[in-house]
Structures are given as C-alpha cells and as structure tokens.
C-alpha cells in the first residue's frame, strides 16, 4: 500500500484538511474578479428553455430510507436559496454561494452522502440531488459549465426511475467541490426550483427565446465482466440542433462511462 496522505491519518487530520479547503475556496472567491449571481425575481422570465423532475424517494440498494426523508427535508431547506436566481450575462451561478453551509445550527438533518466511493451520511446530505437536477437542465443551454465534480467511475445503485443518462451526475462538497456554470450569452437567464410531493421540480427560464436545442443521450451502453468485476460501459453524447431547420450542427461527446458495478448485478444482461 502507498504513504496515507495527511488527510487519511485519523479524522483530526482529516478534519484540518477540510477547513484548510474551505478557506482557500472563501479567499479565492473574495479575491476573485468574477461576478456571482446573486439577485433574485419572483416573477418569472417569458421564455421557457427547459424543465425537468427529478423523483427524490428513489430505492437505492441497502440504504435506509429515513435517510431519503431527511435528505427531502433538506432540500426543502435549500430550494428556496436558488429559486428565481437571475443569471446575467458575465455572471456566474455558484452552488454553495446562494446554498451556504449545510449545518445542524441551519436546521439541516443527517441525509444520505457519497464518501470515498460509497453510500454514506452526513448533515446536509441530498445536495448531489439539487445539483444533478441543474446540472441536466444547463446541458440543455448555451451556459458554460465551468466546474463539475464526479463521483468516481462507480455504478453504485441499480436503476431506477431513472431519466438522465448515466454519468452526468454531479459530486459536491461545501464548498471546496462546488457545480459553476457561467452566462457568456447576452441573455439573462433564470432558475427556477420546487418540490412537489414525490419530485424535486426545475425550469430554466429566459428573457429571449433559445435558437437551438439540445438532445442528449447514451450510445453502446453495455455491461462487461472483467477480472475485478463487472462494468458499466457506454458514450453519452450531446447535439445541438437548430429550431428552424431541425438540423443537427454540432455533436460533443460529453462522457465516456467505464464505472464498476457495486451492487448485486443478477438479472444484467453481461457481456463475457
């Protein structure tokens, strides 16, 4: 095995590290030239670009789902820090800098986490959710994802009622892992947020109408046996195509998936 990094010596450790990460991030975003949007509309832009709902008492595996309530909970704690946030142009969208810190004195309950690869808990936990959910709406915009975090190349729950593509979630940690994307259209654009009974809902909304459209989605997805496992393959591409002449003009490669599968993989169709 290698030399442990410092972090990993005890929690002590650990826990400096940590602090040591949130600083840096606080000094580099107050010395920072950059604008982050903060302003606020209660009325909604003319324009809708894209809408999207994510279901929040998904089954995960093993997990235990007082940690999916409290994770719900949590999110009700935070959507109301993002809905109706304007993006000007130049501007940058900050996750934790409208969310702040998921803290117990805030309210926030024990929810469920991802940490070093694996299902966890901690206070605040769900926020992976509230990201994915914007993460997967940008895609669907001109906006410039300029920060984005992955879990490691890991497949760790079985689908279910799942939408999105596998691969395109998001990783956060406050504040040192944040999700940014940044406006370098001439449009202002707005996120709008709410929670239904069973959904986590989003709309990205506009003050000018959107030229093109983004259609985004998996090719060659299979799953492999390998000598330390079976894995998650496939390529999820993005096309930009015009509204008028439905033409696809631009075609990117956003992810290419090659994640262990950790959970029980009876019933996968298995490429030897």
């Not at 946030?85 to 409208?98: K, T």
């Not at 079985?158 to 406050?174: A, E, M, Q």
């Not at 040192?176 to 370098?184: A, G």
């Not at 709309?203 to 894995?231: A, C, H, L, R």
Request: glycine share 6%.
């Amino acid at each position: 095995m290698g030399r442990k990094l410092f972090c990993e010596l005890c929690p002590l450790t650990y826990e400096i590290s940590r602090q040591k990460c949130i600083i840096s991030r606080h000094i580099r975003n107050f010395t920072s030239k950059e604008k982050f949007a903060k302003a606020k509309s209660p009325l909604p832009l003319p324009y809708e670009i894209y809408s999207h709902s994510s279901f929040m008492r998904r089954k995960l595996g093993t997990v235990d789902m007082v940690l999916q309530e409290n994770k719900v909970f949590n999110l009700s704690l935070a959507v109301p820090s993002v809905n109706g946030v304007l993006i000007h142009p130049g501007e940058i969208f900050s996750f934790w800098n409208l969310v702040g810190n998921t803290t117990l004195v805030k309210g926030y309950k024990t929810g469920l986490a991802i940490k070093m690869g694996r299902p966890s808990q901690d206070v605040g936990g769900g926020m992976c959710q509230f990201t994915n959910l914007i993460h997967w709406m940008v895609l669907h915009t001109p906006l410039t994802i300029i920060e984005r975090h992955q879990h490691d190349q890991l497949d760790l729950f079985p689908d279910f009622k799942r939408k999105v593509p596998f691969g395109l979630g998001t990783s956060i940690v406050y504040n040192y892992f944040d999700y940014q994307f940044k406006n370098n259209t001439t449009a202002t654009y707005q996120i709008l947020i709410c929670l239904t009974e069973e959904n986590l809902c989003g709309e990205i909304k506009s003050n000018e109408s959107q030229p093109y459209q983004y259609k985004i989605y998996t090719e060659d997805e299979f799953f492999s046996k390998e000598e330390d496992g079976v894995y998650r393959n496939g390529e999820v591409f993005r096309e930009k195509i015009d509204t008028n002449s439905n033409v696809c003009i631009e075609r990117t490669l956003l992810q290419r998936n090659h994640a262990k599968v950790t959970y029980d993989t009876t019933g996968l169709k298995i490429i030897q």
